[in-house]
């Protein structure tokens, strides 16, 4: 989850990971296929250098962000 709290990972492979962003009131979950190298370097960071923009969240807190009403 980022610092902020307004997006949500969950790193499917090295190559996929889906998204939850939360904005006001609205929430978007997008399925994201890293097809570049800047993508994989995303993923890279997520799964690594992860601790000056992120925190890791369990699936346990993911699954019931992504599936609440808002």
């Given at each position: 989850m980022y610092l902020n709290?307004?997006?949500?990972f969950?790193?499917?492979?090295?190559?996929a990971f889906e998204e939850v962003q939360l904005i006001g009131t609205k929430k978007i979950i997008t399925l994201h296929e890293a097809k570049i190298l800047p993508d994989r370097n995303f993923i890279a960071d997520l799964l690594i250098n992860y601790a000056t923009f992120a925190v890791v969240v369990g699936e346990e807190e993911?699954?019931?962000v992504s599936s609440a009403t808002l």
């Open positions: 709290g307004k997006s949500y969950k790193i499917h492979s090295l190559s993911y699954e019931k």
